[in-house]
């Protein structure tokens, strides 16, 4: 999912992360104070790697301390697939992710061999501002600290590390790059460019308030608007007024040999497979409509599919926490009434019964596809030929009513 939010996310080694827990446990907070000519606090922004739930990129914070020799990566995106029943509660949004440590060369070995390119903006920050958001992320990374409850678009990996360094600055951040309008599912499709299924996927997960515009610190979600974000940003005084820069502007700091192509490589695009499925079921249908034959199979596939989708739309519509899902217009075609009903629906196929149902459904998709341009969310191009499809069936049944009159 987004998820879909997606759903789609590798595991993660829980040994690995168990050690690093423990180590981190363990270190003393007097390890964190250094002169302040030593410290340096840096944003790291990684490039998309091929899961979906890397396409968007990754954000870190570095800690480096070059007296003492510290160089630690806090990393706000950690989850694990081992725990109980993760499936269902990401699906459902009540997803915890956890707050992990481990070394700049652990991290930067892990991306080299992923062939991410990883970007560095070292923050411009007082003694004070280091050693307090040193000691803060010290605090949040212990074991009774470091959960939180994960929101993909308001509290993700990215938007940790945005707060917390707004939060240890001594001053107001100001923002002052050019501000585009984008919504959630435009910053979506940029980032999903080359994953034409994981798109679709998202698509419909995704309801319509995932088109309405957001302001320039809620796209700060995904992790190069917040670099370019802090690349144009200040930091203004909380007592003279003084701005200065937030950060030295980003720079690569990991950068393995050959960057990774990460793009799908399927036969058949989303929107190619649905045309091919709506003429294979057109054909069939005027077949059916010739031969007076209702084809029950074919029915049984395709409102079947329909309704299997349709209880994952409507139970984010209706029962999920993530935002953005909710209402969403595609119900108009995937419902779960599809898959209820199928039973009955194929028995009177299959006894070339007249069946209401169709008639129901025929109104409903005609006006969904002759509406298609005018809802208050964008669909994906897809949707229209699968649309199209449950309308071409549902119409030859209300033919072949009418034919044997």
């Known amino acids: 999912m987004l998820g879909l939010f997606a759903m789609l996310m590798r595991k993660c080694n829980l040994l690995l992360l168990c050690a690093c827990f423990l180590f981190v446990q363990s270190l003393p907070l007097k390890a964190v104070p250094a002169p302040a000519d030593s410290v340096r606090v840096s944003l790291l922004t990684c490039s998309p790697g091929g899961e979906i739930y890397a396409l968007f990129g990754h954000t870190a914070l570095r800690y480096e301390n070059l007296t003492t020799g510290v160089d630690w990566v806090f990393n706000y995106g950690m989850f694990s697939f081992n725990a109980p029943h993760f499936v269902w509660r990401f699906v459902k949004g009540d997803t915890h992710y956890m707050l992990g440590v481990n070394s700049f060369d652990d991290f930067r070995a892990e991306y080299m061999e992923r062939g991410s390119v990883v970007y560095g903006q070292e923050l411009l920050l007082s003694p004070s501002e280091k050693r307090e958001m040193a000691g803060f992320l010290l605090w949040n990374s212990r074991p009774e600290n470091r959960t939180y409850l994960y929101n993909f678009f308001y509290d993700n990996c990215t938007t940790r590390a945005r707060d917390c360094i707004e939060?240890?600055?001594?001053?107001?951040?100001?923002?002052?790059?050019?501000?585009?309008?984008?919504?959630?599912?435009?910053?979506?499709?940029?980032?999903?460019?080359?994953?034409?299924?994981?798109?679709?996927?998202?698509?419909?997960?995704?309801?319509?308030?995932?088109?309405?515009?957001?302001?320039?610190?809620?796209?700060?979600?995904?992790?190069?608007?917040?670099?370019?974000?802090?690349?144009?940003?200040?930091?203004?005084?909380?007592?003279?007024?003084?701005?200065?820069?937030?950060?030295?502007?980003?720079?690569?700091?990991?950068?393995?040999?050959?960057?990774?192509?990460?793009?799908?490589?399927?036969?058949?695009?989303?929107?190619?497979?649905?045309?091919?499925?709506?003429?294979?079921?057109?054909?069939?249908?005027?077949?059916?409509?010739?031969?007076?034959?209702?084809?029950?199979?074919?029915?049984?596939?395709?409102?079947?599919?329909?309704?299997?989708?349709?209880?994952?739309?409507?139970?984010?519509a209706f029962f999920s926490i993530h935002p953005a899902v909710s209402p969403n217009y595609l119900l108009a075609v995937f419902h779960p009434v599809h898959l209820l009903y199928l039973p009955v629906l194929v028995w009177r196929a299959a006894k070339g019964k007249r069946d209401v149902y169709h008639w129901a459904n025929l109104v409903v998709l005609t006006l969904f596809i002759v509406l298609f341009g005018c809802f208050p969310q964008k669909f994906n191009l897809a949707v229209l030929p699968l649309a199209a499809s449950l309308w071409f069936r549902s119409a030859s049944h209300v033919a072949l009513m009418y034919k044997d009159q």
């Open 167 to 316: 939060n240890h600055l001594h001053g107001e951040v100001l923002y002052k790059g050019a501000e585009k309008e984008r919504s959630f599912r435009d910053i979506v499709h940029e980032h999903a460019v080359g994953h034409e299924w994981a798109c679709f996927g998202m698509d419909l997960c995704l309801g319509s308030p995932a088109d309405r515009p957001v302001p320039l610190r809620l796209q700060m979600f995904a992790p190069f608007y917040l670099m370019h974000a802090v690349d144009s940003a200040y930091v203004a005084d909380a007592s003279t007024g003084v701005e200065r820069r937030l950060a030295r502007p980003a720079a690569p700091v990991v950068r393995p040999a050959a960057e990774a192509d990460h793009a799908e490589h399927y036969w058949l695009t989303p929107l190619q497979a649905a045309w091919l499925l709506f003429f294979a079921v057109a054909f069939f249908s005027v077949r059916g409509f010739l031969r007076r034959k209702n084809y029950a199979g074919l029915d049984a596939l395709l409102f079947g599919a329909a309704g299997a989708a349709g209880c994952v739309v409507a139970f984010l």
